[in-house]
């Protein structure tokens, strides 16, 4: 009789991918937000915040089913996405301003129908600034294992909690501590809610909550919730029209979506703080990636039995917003015609700042 160990082990490694997956996509999103400036874009700002409150919600749920099953779920310290960042499904994700590209990368990140041409290297956005991409962790759980979707890759993950689950027993599977999952009561979001997951039905319903809210499907626009699927919030941005309850997938028909790309603060694609010569440029962006990373290991802490850290978490993304304010306002010298902008990268002081406090 198997022993589970392997599928087991196997599983924690899937749902850890899983929770740096969601995390990945959340600094590209926060770029193509940030880089709007003030009143425009209205209607592009509210498609972008509500998928980055919800990406934060499938990082929850990913990790309340890893908890779940005794793992310990981490996004801080050499778990931290750098970018470009391949995902899974061969997507790669750069930190770009809002654009035309970003928002088509955006409609391939959720959804794999969507003919989707990579950014090349001598793309006007990214002349110059192509760096070595990052993979993915979950491409190193199984070098054979090629998700074609986001969605693909949590059926994977829900395949192999039921054949663990068969193989082993649920309540043996099932053996996390139950006060490690972080409940509605630190995390609470309009477009969504936590799941407290004990078993495999609350497993299955947490990571299909996940697809669900991003992919859709082509056939099904809105979830349970009656909200639009990531993809199509995006594809509304792209087509300059809303969706009616009435319309077919593919061809939305309600008013206008207005979207301006000129409006936006023209961010140096995929920039690093080692770019940034000038001091207060280096000041700036040396107070983002603090924040960033502060904000990571509250998020650490919050998955790992201290959920009410979430609460100064929040805190910490506003402050990430201003700090990545100041930076998107300010020219690059060596760049013409480019702003700076936050980098997202890991501040390795930051956990003995902010330890004592956690």
């Excluded at 999103?29 to 592009?44: F, G, Q, W």
């Excluded at 970018?83 to 959804?111: C, I, M, Q, W």
């Amino acid at each position: 009789m198997s022993t589970g160990v392997v599928s087991t082990a196997r599983l924690k490694a899937l749902l850890q991918a899983g929770v740096e997956l969601e995390l990945s996509t959340i600094p590209p999103y926060l770029c193509a937000l940030y880089s709007l400036r003030p009143m425009t874009n209205a209607e592009a700002s509210l498609v972008i915040r509500s998928v980055v409150v919800e990406e934060m919600l499938h990082m929850v749920l990913a990790a309340n089913v890893l908890n779940a099953i005794g793992g310990e779920p981490h996004v801080a310290d050499g778990h931290a996405p750098r970018y470009p960042h391949e995902l899974p499904t061969g997507v790669v994700l750069h930190l770009l301003p809002f654009s035309r590209e970003a928002v088509d990368t955006f409609l391939k990140v959720e959804n794999p129908a969507h003919p989707h041409r990579a950014l090349e290297a001598d793309h006007p956005l990214l002349a110059g600034r192509n760096h070595q991409r990052h993979r993915a962790r979950c491409l190193d759980v199984d070098e054979g294992f090629h998700p074609a979707s986001i969605g693909d890759f949590y059926h994977e993950v829900i395949r192999e909690l039921e054949a663990a689950a068969a193989d082993i027993g649920e309540r043996t599977l099932f053996c996390g501590d139950p006060t490690r999952q972080v409940t509605r009561d630190y995390y609470y979001a309009a477009g969504g809610r936590s799941i407290l997951v004990g078993d495999l039905d609350s497993a299955r319903a947490a990571l299909n909550e996940i697809v669900e809210q991003g992919e859709g499907d082509m056939g099904a626009m809105f979830d349970d919730d009656g909200d639009l699927a990531h993809y199509y919030r995006f594809q509304q941005l792209r087509d300059g029209r809303s969706y009616r309850r009435s319309d077919d997938a593919g061809a939305p028909t309600g008013p206008p979506v207005e979207v301006d790309y000129d409006a936006v603060y023209p961010m140096i694609a995929n920039p690093r703080s080692e770019e940034y010569r000038v001091p207060g440029l280096q000041a700036a962006a040396a107070g983002a990636n603090r924040t960033w990373s502060e904000l990571l290991l509250q998020l650490d802490a919050a998955f790992n039995g201290r959920p009410a850290a979430l609460l100064p978490a929040v805190h910490s993304m506003f402050k990430l917003r201003d700090q990545s304010l100041v930076l998107l306002a300010n020219p690059m010298p060596d760049h013409p015609g480019r702003n700076a902008g936050p980098t997202f990268e890991w501040d390795p002081s930051a956990r003995a700042e902010l330890g004592m406090r956690l």
